[in-house]
């Protein structure tokens, strides 16, 4: 037994091979298709029949460079997630996550780690009006482009800033920007997650058309119209003002979303309060009711039921004769017609609070917020106007996390994160409703105009201003309700290439790098930059709990109460080894892993130690 080395192209030098893990569960579904090992696409053809469409001409959505955007959904980073511990809150506490960088590489960095994890999303992406900010992708080198368009500039010193309606590609450079990084987001959602994109007309029918493909069509919720305006343009420009704009709503999996019932509603309004009344004094206050006898066609069960006053209906009903008894046995019988219709059941007023009342696809400015009532908001937080456009506001984002989210641990995504308003909303919610539901935060360091009222008040950058937002909204909360005050911090990383020379996908010198005999960890990189590309690269969520202990004058991280030990300290000995084995006795873990820096040890050294662990139980020892 030896320290198995991870080497340069390992499964575990980069995020989530989605190519080989979908083949993979091609192939646990139609052993038949696979043929020393590769996948024979003819019997795969006889094995779907008549589920292949053959010919020529049918219905589909494409566009220039669709192919290549598909491909690159697929594609494996290389890059990792860098800590910045002095622009956090609460570092060692907190579940929230904060990250600078391009989307598509943090998406695909998070596949590990968050697949299936997050029960909801919100994104307002680029409306493409040929003025706002368009990542253009490279799709050879996507963390060397991030790196460029984080200067505004592409290698040539042209300008990066917009796309520009007079461009022949117009639609497919939006397209192509939006559709890998939706095919990533959708892995990332919890089986009865949804997700929620807000829109105007530019794009609003092509987001459709990419969200039925990626999502499913089956798995479409709906089309919100929002107002977003409270007052009326007068624009004279245009036949018809444009006063709204849309909320596209999918679940990933629309019928486990019913089943599971994870779908909840929006506060009562003053109307639908004023429908529960209480005609009989019941003693459990105001109630509503609905009826009971089954409409034609909704199914049910069919039996006799007898009313107060003696007749008989055999009908079919909503629910079972036991259920209709234990109703009776609570009064929560409603008998129409004075005791001689047929009956309804109640539901009481405190009871429909909880519970809330369905959202609809028309959301009022009064109601949910305005662009006016955002761009307030941000400017009463941050005392000054003017700092960014058409924040959305968060009357608006609570709704539309309430109708996804309620429990404690529920995570929301954000990937176009903007001025950071979703973080806010969870604040409020989780203050509101004494819940802790959790954020991640994605957003490109777009660096703001010099002649901006953002720049000259000291924010270059967007994210500047989104970290400051959530640092200031945390901190309102804390002064005003200290007690209902959960979890206000969050934690920064930042977007870069991989910290391990051989594990870079574009390094400046490939040869030098790789035959590094000293030490494969970059020079400006810290330890506590490796133990979180690590943890990204073994799927572990960045919010694990971490102890740190000196043995023999070497840092040993401990993550996730002794699931992993990460060591990268030089001059390891077996000394080190048995002090981690006593560690990992302690803790008990079902299953522990190692990790030491490869140069940290003598060849002796590292016998001796794989030796060590191995009498503590622990046998897989890796090396970076």
């Not at 499913?216 to 709906?222: I, P």
């Not at 009344?277 to 009826?291: A, L």
């Not at 990268?568 to 002090?579: F, Q």
């Amino acid at each position: 037994m030896s320290i198995d080395k991870i080497q340069p192209g390992d499964n575990l030098t980069q995020s989530k091979d989605l190519v080989t893990d979908n083949i993979e569960k091609l192939k646990q579904l139609f052993p038949e298709i696979v043929t020393e090992g590769k996948i024979d696409f003819k019997v795969l053809q006889d094995v779907l029949g008549e589920d292949i469409e053959e010919e020529d001409e049918y219905y589909r959505f494409t566009w220039a460079g669709k192919a290549q955007a598909r491909r690159e959904a697929h594609k494996p980073s290389t890059g990792t997630l860098r800590p910045v511990r002095e622009e956090s809150v609460d570092w060692d506490t907190t579940e929230n996550l904060y990250i600078e960088g391009d989307n598509l590489e943090v998406l695909k960095l998070l596949q590990k780690s968050y697949a299936g994890k997050v029960k909801m999303i919100y994104i307002d992406p680029p409306y493409n009006t040929g003025k706002d900010f368009v990542y253009k992708d490279n799709y050879k080198d996507n963390l060397k482009n991030y790196q460029e368009q984080t200067g505004q500039i592409d290698s040539d010193g042209n300008k990066l800033s917009t796309n520009s309606d007079s461009d022949g590609r117009y639609h497919s450079n939006w397209l192509n920007m939006m559709y890998p990084r939706l095919r990533l987001a959708r892995n990332l959602l919890k089986d009865d997650g949804v997700i929620f994109m807000s829109i105007d007309d530019n794009e609003a029918h092509n987001l459709k058309k990419i969200a039925d493909e990626i999502f499913g069509e089956t798995n479409f919720e709906s089309d919100i119209a929002w107002r977003r305006r409270h007052n009326q343009p007068n624009d004279k420009t245009k036949m018809v003002a444009k006063v709204s704009e849309c909320i596209l709503v999918y679940a990933k999996n629309t019928k486990y979303l019913k089943e599971k019932k994870t779908y909840y509603g929006l506060p009562l309004s003053e109307n639908r309060i004023s429908d529960y009344t209480n005609s009989d004094n019941d003693p459990k206050g105001g109630w509503s009711s609905n009826p009971w006898k089954a409409a034609v066609g909704r199914g049910g069960s069919s039996y006799e039921i007898i009313t107060k006053s003696g007749k008989v209906y055999t009908e079919t009903w909503y629910g079972s004769k036991e259920t209709f008894e234990e109703h009776i046995k609570n009064n929560r019988v409603h008998w129409t017609n004075d005791g001689d219709g047929y009956p309804r059941i109640k539901i009481y007023l405190d009871e429909a609070k909880l519970s809330g009342q369905a959202g609809i696809n028309f959301f009022t400015h009064e109601k949910f917020g305005s662009n006016q009532e955002g761009s307030s908001e941000l400017q009463d937080l941050m005392k000054e106007d003017g700092l960014f456009d058409n924040p959305k506001p968060t009357k608006l984002l609570k709704s539309l996390i309430k109708l996804a989210t309620a429990k404690d641990g529920d995570i929301v995504l954000d990937f176009f994160s903007g001025s950071a308003g979703v973080g806010d909303s969870i604040y409020q919610l989780n203050e509101d409703e004494n819940t802790k539901r959790k954020f991640i935060l994605v957003q490109l360091p777009e660096r703001t105009d010099e002649k901006s009222k953002a720049y000259k008040s000291g924010y270059k950058t967007i994210t500047e201003i989104g970290k400051e937002r959530i640092r200031r909204a945390a901190k309102k909360i804390a002064e005003e309700n200290s007690e209902k005050a959960k979890d206000l911090g969050f934690k920064v990383f930042k977007l870069d290439s991989s910290n391990i020379k051989g594990w870079d996908g574009n390094p400046e010198d490939l040869e030098a790098n790789l035959w590094d005999a000293v030490t494969n960890i970059k020079e400006d990189r810290t330890e506590e930059d490796v133990l979180y590309e690590i943890l990204l690269k073994y799927g572990l969520d960045l919010t694990l709990p971490i102890e740190e202990k000196t043995i023999e004058g070497n840092t040993v991280f401990n993550v996730g109460l002794g699931a992993l030990f990460i060591c990268l300290g030089d001059n390891l000995n077996s000394k080190v080894a048995e002090g981690i084995g006593k560690w990992k006795e302690e803790l008990n873990p079902e299953v522990c892993r190692v990790i030491f820096k490869d140069t940290g040890f003598t060849d002796v050294e590292k016998t001796n130690s794989v030796q060590t662990l191995k009498r503590f139980g622990i046998t897989e020892i890796k090396s970076i």
